[in-house]
């Protein structure tokens, strides 16, 4: 009994993901358009890396008052200051821009700074970066992400067809740009932790989102006829538990780590879990409903006929279809059951039970060798 799991997944849904596509297709249009317009008025509030200055993290003797020392640190003459809590009441972030006369005189504001703080403070972290290493990162940061979706374009052409592989680059543009709204929103740190990040979580918008296209090309070998709707609701409803076990798993390591982790990863951490999310709607949501709109090519026997070898013997019959994957329910889903799968297994004739001809126990008769054929 104790081994017995307290919860179990549904094996079989039967959910009708599409019939809100275009409701979902208008909220995250309206999610896009309203992170170019935050980017263009608001902006985001890049970090050091991006920026360029120098950031302190100090430790005070008792609980500092980030808005009293703001105060006496502006009249230092080294620029716009930031001061933030830095995850005890003791530990403040200090970032100032970067000083005209190079690292010289980057240190020397820097000493400048430690040296109005009360006394007993205690440094222990500085990071210096200059306008030049600022934007080398910035243009590398851009690249990484243009590279990144074209590298997964063509992999997803490659793998499947070219309206697949725009689905798949549109959902993950999706989730790129609402979490940098997000940041620029609420006024997060933009720094190369988010970055690096959000390279994450392409890379785990794009797993989700292949499985989900394979099963639909599966489907669209098997059920020809079934309208494009049906299928598609077919397929996320086959790969659902997969997906509630995948979400669920991240999420059961990233919780823990935005609690107890610390500050430092603390930004990092909230984008994997922002973006795990909206990853996961954008590949049932966003990817799948997409071959609606663009029209997905129903006919895959060609690519069959295609790949075959000129000259080579004619491939077997396809023996009795198995489970093909671990997450096909065991049962197919009614919509499925309406519609004739186009590689069913051929039933085979029972051969007729053999007739004994003779009763058991039948012994020749004496003189007559055994074995021997009948007379004529």
């Given at each position: ?11 079989k849904?039967?959910?009708?993901f ?14 896009i358009v ?17 920026k360029?200055?120098t ?16 105060t ?6 080294v620029g ?29 504001a ?5 040296a ?6 205690k440094e ?17 940061a ?10 997964i ?16 680059v549109?959902?993950l ?8 709204g997000?940041w ?40 020809k ?5 049906q ?10 538990s ?10 059961m ?13 603390r930004?990092?951490?909230?984008a994997?879990i ?16 997409f ?6 090519k ?27 994957a671990?997450?096909r ?15 069913a ?15 058991s126990?039948?012994?020749?008769p004496?003189?007559r ?7 004529r």
């Amino acid at each position: 009994m104790l081994l017995k799991p307290l919860f179990r997944l549904p094996q079989k849904t039967n959910f009708h993901f599409v019939k809100y596509f275009r409701l979902c297709f208008a909220l995250s249009i309206i999610g896009i358009v309203g992170t170019v317009v935050l980017l263009f008025t608001h902006g985001l509030n890049f970090g050091i890396d991006f920026k360029g200055g120098t950031l302190m993290q100090v430790q005070t003797p008792t609980a500092a008052e980030a808005a009293k020392l703001r105060t006496t640190l502006t009249h230092l003459g080294v620029g716009e200051i930031q001061i933030q809590n830095f995850g005890k009441a003791d530990e403040l972030l200090i970032r100032f821009p970067e000083q005209e006369g190079g690292p010289e005189a980057q240190k020397v504001a820097a000493d400048k700074v430690l040296a109005a703080l009360p006394e007993g403070t205690k440094e222990l972290r500085r990071e210096q970066v200059g306008s030049t290493v600022s934007q080398e990162l910035i243009n590398s940061a851009i690249w990484a992400l243009v590279l990144t979706n074209l590298g997964i374009f063509a992999y997803v052409w490659f793998r499947f067809e070219w309206q697949f592989a725009l689905g798949a680059v549109i959902a993950l543009v999706h989730d790129v740009m609402l979490t940098i709204g997000l940041w620029s929103l609420f006024e997060l740190d933009f720094d190369l932790t988010i970055v690096a990040a959000l390279l994450t979580i392409l890379g785990y918008s794009i797993n989700d989102t292949v499985v989900i296209y394979d099963r639909i090309r599966e489907n669209l070998r098997r059920y020809k006829k079934m309208p494009l709707r049906q299928l598609l609701d077919l397929s996320v409803n086959e790969t659902m538990s997969r997906t509630i076990m995948t979400v669920a798993t991240v999420l059961m390591a990233l919780i823990p780590l935005y609690i107890f982790g610390g500050e430092v990863i603390r930004g990092f951490t909230f984008a994997m879990i922002f973006g795990t999310l909206i990853g996961t709607y954008s590949s049932v949501y966003i990817a799948a409903p997409f071959l609606i709109l663009i029209g997905v090519k129903r006919d895959w026997s060609g690519v069959e006929k295609a790949s075959a070898k000129p000259g080579a013997p004619a491939a077997k019959p396809a023996r009795p279809a198995a489970a093909p994957a671990e997450d096909r329910p065991a049962v197919e889903s009614s919509d499925a059951a309406a519609f004739e799968s186009t590689d069913a297994p051929e039933v085979e004739t029972p051969a007729p039970a053999r007739v004994a001809s003779k009763p058991s126990g039948y012994r020749p008769p004496a003189g007559r060798k055994a074995g021997r054929g009948k007379r004529r």
